[in-house]
């Protein structure tokens, strides 16, 4: 009988608590597979009572699979060399205005500035701050912040380096200090897929985004609270770190009445490392798991409990012809469930475990290290 094998790149498995999976704004988006959700944390920081936050910054192996490549502490009295400002109005808000006056550094942190400003005719200007000169594709970024109080809203997100969207908005306040969304950008036409949460913005948050080929994770204080994992909806262009202050005063809402300010105690971004290894063979035409898909499995829970990753993949590929595409959506989900198992025999339950057919981009393939992707077929 013909059989065909899969793939499994096993990258940094994420650890998830409670998860939400993150919901259309407006337009509805493909059905897309619902993950495993356990408990974990992901970076938080390392407790250090010198630090404005109380945390110091996530050390170089904070999450597995992931390379730490820069953390940028704020210390001095200007942002770093690859760091700029935001000026001008914001796009798509004739009533707001930004100044690189209002963006400062000093006693360990950057911050993003709200007041109304004599030079601008009296009217609410803002701080916006990006780490410009580093674009990535796919990685983990992770922001210590809090905000002083109600007015502006405050975006932490990923931007484009040319085009748009995509866009990913891993904490935006819309000018509370009671909750925060996220929200991704995706296609021409700027359909979202977006999720909400309850927070105390005033107090110190570790906020951030866990980007890979196959899924978008948005963590808070080490624990994931949303995710994307639909292929059409996953970006994968070079994008860059903004954090920012913003007025929405011309649309009521989002409008100071008081001076604000958004605090930034360390900013830390991990590199995306993929390490693959091969799952198979699969029967012609079948999802069965049978034992040479059994024996590849077992080897494989083995490996993502010892390596303790984070965030798992199960990429399902079809035989050629009709119906390809089903037939590895099958295989994935079998094999992801059989994953599953495996992992609680082992004692590990630390996973997030998203099954989905192979992508039709070559580029979406490749998965990050201790990330879990396999590749079935």
Not at 157 to 175: C, K
Not at 271 to 290: C, N
Not at 332 to 361: F, H, N, T, W
């Amino acid at each position: 009988m013909e059989r065909r094998r899969l793939s499994l790149c096993a990258l940094a498995l994420a650890l998830l608590a409670p998860l939400a999976l993150a919901a259309p704004a407006g337009a509805s988006s493909p059905a897309r597979p619902r993950p495993m959700v356990v408990g974990a944390p992901f970076p938080v920081g390392v407790a250090d009572a010198a630090e404005p936050s109380g945390m110091a910054p996530p050390g170089p192996s904070a999450l597995p699979g992931f390379t730490q490549r820069s953390v940028t502490d704020f210390t001095g009295t200007s942002l770093p060399g690859n760091w700029g400002t935001f000026a001008d109005p914001a796009a798509g808000d004739p009533g707001s205005q930004w100044s690189p006056t209002h963006v400062t550094v000093g006693g360990g942190v950057l911050s993003l500035n709200a007041w109304r400003d004599p030079a601008y005719a009296d009217q609410w200007v803002t701080g916006g701050a990006c780490d410009c000169a580093d674009p990535h594709t796919y990685g983990a970024f992770f922001v210590r912040s809090r905000e002083t109080g109600p007015g502006p809203t405050v975006v932490e997100l990923l931007w484009p380096t040319s085009g748009w969207p995509p866009e990913i908005d891993f904490n935006e306040t819309n000018g509370s200090t009671t909750f925060s969304f996220a929200t991704l950008h995706w296609a021409s036409q700027d359909l979202q897929t977006q999720v909400r949460r309850a927070v105390d913005l005033t107090q110190w948050h570790t906020w951030g985004v866990v980007w890979t080929p196959t899924s978008v994770v948005y963590t808070l204080d080490g624990r994931p609270w949303g995710v994307v994992n639909a292929p059409g909806e996953v970006p994968h262009v070079p994008l860059t770190l903004h954090i920012q202050q913003q007025t929405w005063c011309s649309q009521g809402y989002a409008c100071p009445t008081s001076d604000q300010s958004t605090l930034v105690d360390w900013v830390a971004y991990y590199a995306y490392t993929p390490r693959v290894a091969t799952i198979g063979p699969f029967a012609a035409g079948s999802a069965a798991i049978d034992a040479p898909v059994r024996r590849a499995l077992d080897a494989a829970a083995l490996a993502i409990a010892r390596h303790r990753d984070p965030v798992v993949s199960v990429v399902g590929s079809g035989d050629p012809g009709p119906g390809g595409s089903t037939l590895g959506r099958r295989r994935a989900q079998s094999a992801r469930a059989y994953l599953l198992a495996r992992l609680a025999a082992l004692g590990d339950r630390s996973v997030l475990v998203a099954a989905l057919p192979e992508p039709a981009s070559s580029a979406a393939r490749g998965l990050s290290a201790r990330v879990v992707s396999l590749t079935v077929g």
